[in-house]
C-alpha cells in the first residue's frame, strides 16, 4: 500500500495535472491500489476527488468493476461492483449499471440505481423509474433520493415521467 500511496499523494498535492504511473509489481498490487484509490476518495473532494477517479478509470479498475457487475454468480459481488463504479462515479460504467437494473436481486437493482445517481446522467433517470419505482416503498423511496441528488436539471425529465398514466410512476 505504501508503494503507491507516495506517488498517489504526491500527484494530489502538484499542479501538474499528469497522473503517476503506478507499476504493479505483484499479483495483488491491483487489489491493494484499488482498494486505495477508493478508501482515499472517500475523504477527498474537489480536484483531488477528480484525479483518484481519473486513475481509477485509466488504471482499468471501472472496465474491472462493470465486467464483474455483469457477470459475477454473487449478488453481493454484483451490488459490491456498482456501489464502487458509484463511489468513483465511473460513467463508463453506465450502461452496466443500467443493465444492472434488471437484474434478479433487489440489492444489486439498488445499488445501482444509486450509483447511476452518483453519475447523474440524465438519461438514466428513466431507466430507472422503469426498474424500481413500483418494486416497494423501500425502492420507491431510493428513487425519490437519486432524484433530489439530480437537482433541478431532473425537472424535465419528471415532468415528463409524471405525464405518463401509470399508476406505478
Known sequence: ETYFLGPIVQHLMSDDPTPPVLKRRRLLDGAILERLLLAMSANVSG??????????????????????????????????????????????????????????????????????????????LRPIFDSLAGFSKIAALRVANIVVGFGAAATPVLLQLLATSEPVV
Open 47 to 124: 480536484r483531488d476527488l477528480e484525479r483518484l477517479q481519473y486513475l481509477f478509470q485509466t488504471e482499468g479498475f471501472a472496465f474491472e468493476e462493470a465486467a464483474r457487475l455483469n457477470s459475477s454468480r454473487r449478488w453481493w459481488l454484483r451490488a459490491k461492483a456498482a456501489q464502487r463504479l458509484g463511489q468513483m462515479r465511473a460513467a463508463s460504467g453506465k450502461y452496466a449499471l443500467v443493465e444492472a437494473l434488471n437484474d434478479k436481486e433487489i440489492e444489486v437493482r439498488l445499488m445501482a440505481a444509486w450509483a447511476l445517481g452518483q453519475i447523474g446522467d440524465l438519461e438514466t
